[in-house]
């Protein structure tokens, strides 16, 4: 994530995570799939959009008629990179071990993901005796 941008709050990755999936949405968009993973007003998603705006999180064009289209300002593999840089440095003391072996333990992973975390330990070892 841009340094300059603030890190979104747990209800605006929310509407983040919407916005990566979809794409351009308006406010209905956003609120109809919200909604049907838990009851959310639309005024809510309305005004969480309009403050994420204000933040430069999203950004916001007009659409046909009145409704705006509303775009996340950032790439989601650039805002996962910052949180979870983020959550290294905070929680487990710049510790990137620490937090894989948090998250193995807390989720397994399955033989395809272990293999793709092999793969990439491979391509880092590589990587650092070149």
């Given at each position: 994530?841009?340094?300059?941008?603030p890190k979104?709050?747990?209800?605006?990755?929310?509407?983040?995570?919407?916005?990566?999936?979809?794409?351009?949405?308006?406010?209905?968009?956003?609120?109809?799939?919200?909604?049907?993973?838990?009851?959310?007003?639309?005024?809510?998603?309305?005004?969480?959009?309009?403050?994420?705006?204000?933040?430069?999180?999203?950004?916001?064009?007009?659409?046909?008629?009145?409704?705006?289209?509303?775009?996340?300002?950032?790439?989601?593999?650039?805002?996962?990179?910052?949180m979870v840089?983020?959550?290294?440095?905070?929680?487990?003391?710049?510790?990137?071990?620490?937090?894989?072996?948090?998250?193995?333990?807390?989720?397994?992973?399955?033989?395809?993901?272990?293999k793709e975390?092999?793969?990439?330990?491979?391509?880092?070892?590589?990587?650092?005796?070149?």
């Amino acid at each position: 994530m841009n340094p300059a941008l603030p890190k979104p709050t747990p209800s605006e990755t929310e509407i983040l995570n919407v916005l990566w999936d979809l794409g351009p949405s308006t406010v209905r968009q956003v609120h109809d799939v919200l909604d049907a993973q838990r009851k959310t007003g639309y005024t809510t998603v309305l005004k969480l959009l309009q403050i994420m705006a204000d933040k430069g999180l999203v950004s916001r064009e007009d659409g046909d008629g009145r409704a705006h289209i509303y775009s996340p300002a950032i790439e989601r593999s650039v805002a996962q990179r910052q949180m979870v840089r983020d959550l290294v440095d905070r929680i487990f003391g710049g510790s990137a071990t620490q937090l894989v072996l948090q998250a193995l333990e807390e989720r397994p992973a399955s033989s395809e993901d272990l293999k793709e975390i092999r793969r990439l330990i491979g391509k880092r070892e590589k990587g650092a005796s070149a």
